[in-house]
T-cell receptor, first 114, second 111 residues
């Protein structure tokens, strides 16, 4: 089945220690998104790639970076995690950015910061 | 601007009860509307969608109709099961735009 895969499902890091979360897709979609979701809240968009074009949300902290080396993979780098960065991180894809295009989500990575 | 408002949860129902989760939206243009479901510890799964006025989305016994005149997209199910316990998110998307989520409604179904 075509899908969105996130690794690892659970990640523990230390305060200030860089961490990378991974997302891959077999859907061959043009657009890949990263969301942050804190407990009992809706997902918050951090940034997205349309093909190789990176689009950052205005309120995404500089501490968060992303890379998309090819169509299938996208990475979220947190340069110096703080306690407030503990959250579920969701990757999503869509074939395009038309209003009718569905976003398909991965299972998420739960990040704990000690 | 674009926004989505859902009824507050948690909603607690007995098994086989009728479910309605209200969703209203504010948007420029003609957005598409979505319902996503999130089970504990999991990502979001698309439940159903509608892309134009009067469209009805349906899946797994859930239904929602895109009502432009009332700017609503209420989620309904005739008979809920314990396995339907989850958080439900209503969302809209305009052309080239972000997916805008409501705050989510937690549903708990008791046997």
């Amino acid at each position: 089945d075509a899908m969105v895969i996130q690794n690892p499902r659970y990640q523990v890091t230390q305060f200030g220690k860089p961490v990378t979360l991974s997302c891959s897709q077999t859907l061959n979609h043009n657009v890949m998104y990263w969301y942050q979701q804190k407990s009992s809240q809706a997902p918050k968009l951090l940034f997205h790639y349309y093909d190789k074009d990176f689009n950052n949300e205005a309120d995404t902290p500089d501490n968060f970076q992303s890379r998309r080396p090819n169509t299938s993979f996208c990475f979220l780098d947190i340069r110096s995690p703080g306690l407030g960065d503990a959250a579920m991180y969701l990757c999503a894809t869509s074939s395009d950015s038309r209003r009718t295009d569905t976003q398909y989500f991965g299972p998420g990575t739960r990040l704990t910061v000690l | 601007g674009n926004s989505v408002t859902q009824m507050e949860g948690p909603v607690t129902l007995s098994e086989e009860a009728f479910l309605t989760i209200n969703c209203t939206y504010t948007a420029t243009g003609y957005p598409s509307l979505f319902w996503y479901v999130q089970y504990p510890g999991e990502g979001l799964q698309l439940l159903l969608k509608a892309t134009k006025a009067d469209d009805k989305g349906s899946n797994k016994g859930f239904e929602a109709t895109y009502r432009k005149e009332t700017t609503s997209f209420h989620l309904e199910k005739g008979s809920v099961q314990v396995s339907d316990s989850a958080v439900y998110f209503c969302a809209l998307r305009n052309q080239g735009g972000k997916l805008i989520f409501g705050q989510g409604t937690e549903l708990s179904v008791k046997p």
